[in-house]
């Protein structure tokens, strides 16, 4: 479960700009996530109700936001956005 790392990692960014900018509690990080990313919100949710304890982030909430996946032919520049990744 690679989402644990990652939010521990978005923890430690969060907490490292709170100190920079002398902020005492976080109310909400908000992270975007790329539908192709391989990355699962409810695996993340799960991991910062976790990792957040005993931290200036114990009772901040993580907003998720899905980035849609866009795609661009080489060949005539259509963008486009696909409803299955692996079709």
């Not at 430690?12 to 002398?22: K, L």
């Not at 910062?48 to 866009?70: E, Y």
Request: glycine residues 4%; aromatic residues 6%.
């Amino acid at each position: 479960m690679h989402e644990f790392s990652i939010v521990q990692n978005i923890i430690e960014i969060a907490i490292d700009a709170a100190t920079q900018n002398q902020v005492a509690s976080i109310q909400c990080v908000e992270v975007e996530i790329g539908q192709a990313s391989g990355l699962v919100p409810e695996a993340m949710e799960f991991a910062w109700a976790s990792a957040r304890k005993d931290t200036i982030l114990q009772g901040a909430s993580l907003r998720i936001t899905i980035v849609p996946l866009q795609v661009r032919c080489r060949a005539c520049g259509y963008l486009f956005h696909p409803d299955d990744l692996y079709e």
